[in-house]
């Protein structure tokens, strides 16, 4: 079993950065590869970014590729995602999730998941 829990979100301007906070605890989080996810009003849950075990791997959706930074700290148990030039299509709920095997990008490939934060991005 293995917890976690978002911090971060808020309201921000088109153009601003957002740092968003993932911290696991229970069964030993580096064994397990990191992700974030969102979903926006009406929407299908998406995937955001993904982190391997160790760090060395990263994915990233189309949409937020060379904006959002995905990056891990095993002894600090987080993972954290930078936002960078925020665009009013970033607004939704997001979560951070775990999971093992395979770094993919779909949502049923990861077995953990927190309660999400909200980011909201005005025009």
């Known amino acids: 079993q293995v917890q976690l829990v978002e911090s971060g979100g808020g309201l921000v301007q088109a153009g601003g950065s957002l740092r968003l906070s993932c911290a696991a605890s229970g069964r030993t989080f580096s064994d397990y590869h990191g992700g974030w996810f969102r979903q926006a009003p009406g929407k299908e849950r998406e995937f955001v970014a993904a982190?391997?075990?160790?760090?060395?791997?990263?994915l990233y959706a189309d949409s937020v590729k060379g904006r959002f930074t995905i990056s891990r700290d095993n002894n600090k148990s987080t993972v954290d995602l930078q936002m960078n030039s925020l665009k009013p299509e970033d607004t939704a709920v997001y979560y951070c999730?775990?999971?093992?095997?395979?770094?993919?990008?779909?949502?049923?490939?990861?077995?953990?998941w927190g309660q999400g934060t909200q980011v909201t991005v005005s025009s």
């Open positions: 999730a775990a999971g093992s095997g395979i770094l993919t990008t779909y949502t049923y490939r990861y077995t953990y």
């Open positions: 982190v391997s075990w160790n760090g060395r791997s990263t």
